[in-house]
């Protein structure tokens, strides 16, 4: 059945593409000619971009009228972007350009999408469409059969089926008009991974019951096999992706496809398409704990990637519209991305006519200045590893109510907790770990109740070889109760609890377990259950040439809510048993995040300050400075010197036994010491 599906897309495509042609030649004069214009960077050498976009509503008026020449060259002139991203078709379905196969909104005046075009090309600045494509209301108004169906049996209003005649009658005919016709470098595809929903469709049920033979179709959580079902639909979308995109690079081999949020924390696992890129735009409120975890998995994925920021919050001002995010905020949400070897982009409104706000680029020049500064010392470098958190692949597909939802507050409580005591973090899946876990001294598997098999025996080896495991939570700890020496008493319970550490106590939520230590086993710390019952709160055991720890309290919830000292010192005091000397230490603050890169062979140690409330304020017009900062640094040589940049600041260091020690004596935003 699944042959007969894609010998028919397969085909349907080729008859999109004649159409496409015929409508092409039509209008010979229009086809933009890229070879007239310099060369302009590949989206996997951009670093810098700027992202506009609008979702085109048929009742927008004039969309044209204001899109001149002179808005785009102020825009070049301030901020010098490698690319610019701007609103062709969003979330409604309507393309703000005068589409021959999509759905143009009524309002256009003459053709603004080659204006854009036009401008960049002349100035070597590509351009990219924002483009949604699954989520496509105006294609499943028209077309009822293109969209996805609802496990109640209603047609989904907004959602169009992956399995569906949309890719072929609309989203590949309408790229390659964008690539052809416009001679756009590429697009962002909008609406995907995190859009897709299970499908109830005819085609769709017929080829879930003919791949698994599963003939009671689960239509909820608790039904029976609705992991398999969800697993099915996670493939499907794999397939689609995989399918338009090679039909579009079949005719435009060098347009320049991402998906957005794909094969990222949404989507954490490895990558199976032929994407160009990968990129995400991350919380816009939050929005530093947001970008910590997105750029920390994507490092690793051995794809070119940048992160978008929002220029705005979502939240309101008095005056009742979206508030700017001042250049500070900004330049920090970048440095969190940047100090991590990605590009990065921010996200500016255009107003309904398309054109955009001119008073807000003085913003984005600023940001671009801070990002330019640090470009060529961060872009491309590559993580050192220190400490390893596990964001399975495995475990989170079992955890999650959707196809690919987030839903990792456990995962980034841990997180947040290990940054804010100045450890360098990587968030790695179980196929990054593949072949190269004693590269990491610690791993740590944060409250996953499920893992495969044979990555379990592997991490258990690892440990045996000499490596560091630490599992947090009772469910992690379950899976590897005998090598923990501990017998778990009962089952987990989720009960008012309290974590007991150093002489103080803190509220948890989530689950705890008892345990009953065996022969061996160090205890540490203490959990008072309801009133008066007191149990352990962590254990550490000796296992072959490493060590193997657990703490029987979930606790990466918790510190999402409410960041506490108890929490953090509990777990800090806990690492620093299983690795008591990593890399680089650094004193002072815990507002300040470490990420230990290299780059060009060189050592680099990103220092930033997240300071000040941005969990929970919008907008924040300053950033205090933190400082100054001990720093250890342990190698086997002398470094030869060691500066601050990106001023170029020689630092004063002692060296002795293996390390460096010197002082940082401020961090405004960003700083890095390069060690040579």
Known sequence: ???????????????????????????????????????????????????????????????????????IENIINLVHPDYLQIDCKGHPGFSSYPTRVGNPVPGIV???????????????????????????????????????????GKTNGRITSV???????????????????????GAWIDGECWATVPDYGETALKAFRDATGIQDVPRKLTDPHWFEFLQFHREAF?????????????????????????????????????LD????????????????????????????????????????GKDGDTMQKSAPQLQREAAVVVSLGGGFQAYFKQKRDGSIHDEQMPVMAE????????????????????????????????????????????????????LESQYSVEV??????????????????????????????????????????????????????????????????????????????????????NIKPGSGVEVFGSLQVGTNVVQSAASI????????????????????????????EFLNDLVRRLFPKPMVEVTGSMDVDVALMRNHGRLLVNLVNTSGPHRTEPVQEMIQPVGPLAVTIRQTTKPVKITLEPDGQSLTFEYRDGEAKLIVPQVDIHRVIVVD
């Open 110 to 152: 003459g053709d603004p999408l080659r204006i854009w075009r036009q401008i960049t090309a002349e100035r070597g600045v590509a351009l990219y469409m924002h483009y949604s494509g699954v989520w496509d209301s105006a294609a499943v108004s028209n077309h009822t059969d293109w969209a996805a169906i609802n496990a109640d």
């Open 428 to 513: 790695i899946g179980e196929y990054h770990l593949a072949g190269r876990m004693s590269d990491y001294p610690l791993i740590i598997v944060p409250e996953w109740g499920y893992l495969e098999p044979v990555f379990r025996n592997d991490l258990v080896t690892y440990v045996k070889n000499g490596g560091n495991l630490l599992l947090i939570g009772p469910k992690s700890a379950a899976l590897f109760q005998t090598e923990l020496g501990v017998t778990l008493d009962g089952e987990p319970v989720d009960k008012p609890q309290k974590l007991c550490y150093n002489g103080t106590t803190i509220a948890t939520k989530g689950f705890s377990q």
């Open 238 to 274: 794999r397939k689609y992706l995989r399918y338009y995109i090679m039909e579009v690079k079949k005719t435009n081999s060098g347009f320049q496809l991402c998906s957005n949020w794909a094969y990222t924390d949404h989507m954490a696992e490895h990558v199976s398409a032929p």
């Open 163 to 185: 399995f569906g005649p949309y890719v072929n009658q609309l989203l590949i005919p309408q790229l390659r008009e964008l690539a052809g016709a416009y001679g756009v470098d």
């Open 1 to 71: 059945m699944r042959n007969k599906i894609i010998c028919s897309l397969i085909l349907a495509g080729v008859l999109s593409f004649a159409l496409l042609t015929f409508v092409v030649q039509s209008v010979g004069a229009e086809k933009f000619d890229n070879s007239k214009y310099p060369a302009r960077l590949k989206r996997a050498d951009s670093f810098l971009g700027i992202h506009f976009d609008f979702h085109a509503r048929p009742t927008d008026k004039d969309i044209g009228t204001n899109t001149t020449s002179a808005m």
């Open 541 to 568: 055991i000796a296992l072959g040439k490493g060590r193997i720890a657990a703490t029987y309290v979930d606790i990466g919830q918790s510190y999402v809510s409410a960041r506490n000292t108890v929490t953090r």
């Open 367 to 418: 940001v671009a200045k801070f990002c330019r500064a640090r470009q060529k010392l961060c872009h491309h470098s590559k993580p050192v590893p220190q400490v390893a958190l596990l964001l399975s692949t495995a475990g989170h597909y079992r955890e999650i109510n959707g196809l690919f939802s987030r839903n990792l507050g456990r995962i980034s409580g841990i997180l947040q907790a290990l």
């Open 277 to 316: 890129f990968l990129s995400g735009d991350y919380s816009p409120d939050n929005s530093v704990n947001s970008a910590r975890l997105s750029a920390r998995y994507l490092v690793h994925q051995g794809m070119p990637w940048d992160l978008m920021a929002w220029s705005f919050s979502r939240k309101k």
